[in-house]
């Protein structure tokens, strides 16, 4: 179960797998507990948003090719506990860990989102 889902769910009306989606932010905060921001756009239904994630009691991590600039083919955070999370990567940061916890800490929408993928000037 993710604690605040439905902070994600109001903006886009369901969970979504992050597609093409942008790590903007990968952080061990502490031992055992890491932070993802992830910037998204759905552009079937033209909603964007930036979503904070908190992943605690981390262990079994199996990361790889952090780079620069990430982009997520799909994450998904199994429903059994712990929880194992797999970033499949477009490029860039790939892999999985098991964690106890997940949480949505922020869920910004992003309204200056338009259709052809621009920002309102």
Known sequence: MISHAELVESIFGYWPEFADGRIELFSFEQPGI??????????????AATVSLRFTGVTEVDLSEFRSENVVDALSISSVSPSVVTIE???????????????????????????????AA
């Open 89 to 119: 990567g477009c490029y860039g940061l790939c892999g999985t860990f098991t964690c106890a916890s997940v949480e949505v800490t922020g869920a910004v929408p992003n309204n200056s989102f338009k259709a052809d993928g621009f920002a």
């Open 34 to 47: 890491v932070c993802l921001r992830i910037f998204y756009i759905d552009a079937n239904i033209k909603r």
